[in-house]
């Protein structure tokens, strides 16, 4: 396929548990982005990544949650100890031109994380 | 700080009628980018429109157009011949020229009514 995806589509886990979250980018893109949005909410901004770097993660709501992009492609996001506030749906987003505002992003279909 | 507000949570309309969604957002960025985004229920957010603010001519897609009004920060969708398949979430979106991440309202669910 062509779009950004995200696997798994649902993921369910217990409260303390560790969970880990895969987007795989349209091929090519450099700038790759994760948004979580919560029930009713729009998407809120986590962390963006300029290649393998995370080139702004001010988002992040705290040191449980972490990402990766090791080779600049599939990016990984990682959450200890969940917590039932962390439920939502985590968007993965793809653009083009790094640093070029007002590219379009893709998204992917999300995941949507249940702690229970 | 960039805020975007969508101060109508839900909005219908009749099949083949016109509805406009309202968005306001603030800034001290004099150069960004604005969008509309259409979720439906499949989760996937599809880009509906896309405005440069440097662009005083507002932006047209088919059946969709905005009234971009740089001065009072406001940033309307028109859907003009409403159809079933328009029926979703409707965000707005900003993003400031320098920065990556995008600022999204809360969203206007839209039904179209057959």
């Known amino acids: 396929g062509a779009g950004v995806s995200q696997t798994p589509s649902n993921k369910v886990t217990e409260k303390g548990k560790y969970v880990e979250l895969r987007c795989d980018p349209i091929?090519?893109?450099?700038?790759l982005y994760w948004y979580r949005q919560s029930l009713g909410q729009g998407p809120e901004f986590l962390i963006y990544?300029?290649?393998?770097?995370?080139?702004?993660d001010s988002g992040l709501p705290n040191d449980r949650f972490f990402a990766v992009r090791p080779e600049g492609s599939v990016s990984t996001l990682k959450i200890q100890r969940t917590e039932r506030g962390d439920s939502a749906v985590y968007l993965c987003?793809?653009?083009?031109?790094?640093?070029?505002?007002?590219?379009?992003?893709?998204f992917g279909p999300g995941t949507r994380l249940t702690v229970l | 700080a960039q805020t975007v507000t969508q101060s109508q949570p839900e909005m219908s309309v009749q099949e083949a009628e016109t509805v406009t969604l309202s968005c306001t957002y603030d800034?001290?960025?004099?150069?960004?980018?604005l969008f509309w985004y259409k979720q439906p229920p499949s989760r996937q957010m599809i880009l509906v429109i896309r405005?440069?603010?440097?662009?005083?001519q507002n932006a047209t897609e088919n059946r969709f157009s905005v009234n971009f009004q740089k001065a009072a920060k406001s940033f309307s969708l028109k859907i003009s011949d409403s159809q079933l398949g328009d029926t979703a979430m409707y965000f707005c979106?900003?993003?400031?020229?320098?920065?990556?991440?995008?600022?999204f309202g809360t969203g206007t669910s839209l039904t179209v009514i057959p």
């Open positions: 987003a793809s653009s083009l031109a790094p640093g070029l505002a007002g590219n379009e992003q893709f």
């Open positions: 091929s090519g893109h450099t700038a």
């Open positions: 990544f300029q290649g393998t770097g995370a080139a702004d």
């Open positions: 800034t001290s960025e004099n150069n960004y980018y």
């Open positions: 405005q440069e603010a440097y662009k005083q």
């Open positions: 979106a900003f993003t400031s020229a320098t920065g990556n991440q995008f600022y």
